[in-house]
């Protein structure tokens, strides 16, 4: 069965400085999918940044950029120049080629002025 | 576009009281997802459906869950009777649905909050 791990509970940055978020996942699968989703306190899931496993360049959405090293089985997202709006659970997640999705544990983000 | 729209945002139910959630889709999605979110945790698959079709439900506790998708567009989670683990964010979400191409990206709504007291 696959899992999705994120090691760090809680996590602070100062705005406009670099946040990074670890994730790692577990899966005999080599085709799969990647996705970082924002939750805010409203609980609605909002889409960050995906990446799929058969792709090498590594996904960028403006200020969100992924580090994905497939061998090592790591997925983490990197928040440049944070702002406060930025502050939010984020949640990694795993999808093979069924649509489900798996979701790790989540990481508490606050951005600090 | 409309986003998923859920109803009701909010509800409150004594335990061994049953509740129901609706979830309309974006249109022309074909897979429908309910999640739970218990807090402090990630969100877990309770049912999944391609259509009308079930495609997943190992993980929805059915003695007490039911869900539908009759007409393959709007979707109800029934919990009855309910008990105080329940106490939860219920997530329905939708996609294209793998007859389209796989990975497709999930779309969330705003959750219905339920508490059992």
């Known amino acids: 069965a696959q899992t999705v791990t994120q090691s760090q509970p809680e996590m602070s940055v100062q705005e406009a400085e670099t946040v990074t978020l670890s994730c790692t996942y577990d899966?005999?699968?080599?085709?799969?999918?990647l996705f970082w989703y924002k939750q805010p306190p409203s609980r609605q899931m909002i889409l960050v940044i995906r990446?799929?496993?058969?792709?090498?360049q590594n996904a960028t959405e403006n200020r969100f950029s992924v580090n994905f090293q497939k061998a090592a089985k790591s997925f983490s997202l990197k928040i440049s120049d944070s702002q406060l709006g930025d502050t939010a659970m984020y949640f990694c997640a795993f999808m093979k080629h069924t649509d489900k999705l798996i979701f790790g544990t989540g990481t508490r983000l606050q951005v600090f002025p | 576009e409309a986003g998923v729209a859920q109803s009701p945002r909010y509800k409150i139910i004594e335990k061994r009281q049953s509740v129901a959630f609706w979830c309309n889709p974006i249109?022309?999605?074909?897979?429908l997802y309910w999640y739970q979110q218990i807090l402090g945790q990630g969100p877990k698959l309770l049912i999944q459906f391609q259509n009308n079709g079930v495609v997943d439900d190992s993980q929805l506790p059915k003695d007490r869950f039911s869900a539908e998708r009759l007409k393959g567009v709007d979707s109800t989670l029934k919990i009855q009777p309910a008990k105080l683990e329940d106490s939860a964010v219920y997530l329905c979400?939708?996609?294209?649905?793998?007859?389209?191409?796989?990975?497709?990206?999930?779309?969330f709504g705003e959750g219905s909050w339920l508490t059992v007291v």
């Open positions: 249109s022309g999605h074909a897979t």
């Open positions: 990446q799929e496993a058969y792709k090498q």
């Open positions: 899966t005999s699968e080599s085709n799969y999918y």
């Open positions: 979400a939708s996609s294209l649905g793998t007859d389209r191409r796989p990975g497709n990206t999930i779309y």
